[in-house]
């Protein structure tokens, strides 16, 4: 019903910068918030932010806040994380997620009926 395509990983040297974006399609109106989430190599899959569809609101793990900002542009069904002055524990398959239901308090993965396949951010010391 739902499809969201993430782009924009890479690899980057600590401290730097990236994009990522994640363009949705489908029954768009039906989602009321998006969050990213990030996995790294053996390990659970950690929420990192979330955005309501209208952009008013948003919130952030602890370990990223003051250096990524989740946006969107409904215009183009597209939501943004610019990641900033990057770390190499930042490195982790990025994804993105959204919810019939989710808030921009829902940081469990299962709040979110769809996903997208995920993008690789790799950080190097």
């Known amino acids: 019903q739902v499809q969201l395509v993430e782009s924009g990983g890479g690899l980057v040297q600590a401290g730097g910068s990236l994009r990522l974006s994640c363009a949705a399609s489908?029954?768009?109106?039906?989602?009321?918030?998006t969050g990213w989430f990030r996995q790294a190599p053996g390990k659970e899959r950690e929420f990192v932010a979330t955005?309501?569809?209208?952009?008013?609101?948003?919130y952030y793990t602890d370990s990223v806040k003051g250096r990524f900002t989740i946006s969107r542009d409904n215009a183009k069904n597209t939501v943004y994380l610019q990641m900033n002055s990057l770390k190499p524990e930042d490195t982790a398959v990025y994804y993105c997620?959204?919810?019939?239901?989710?808030?921009?308090?829902?940081?469990?993965?299962?709040?979110?009926?769809?996903w997208g396949q995920g993008t690789q951010v790799t950080v190097s010391s």
């Open positions: 997620a959204a919810g019939r239901t989710a808030s921009t308090t829902s940081i469990n993965p299962g709040s979110y009926n769809y």
């Open positions: 489908g029954r768009t109106f039906s989602i009321t918030a």
């Open positions: 955005v309501s569809w209208s952009g008013g609101s948003t």
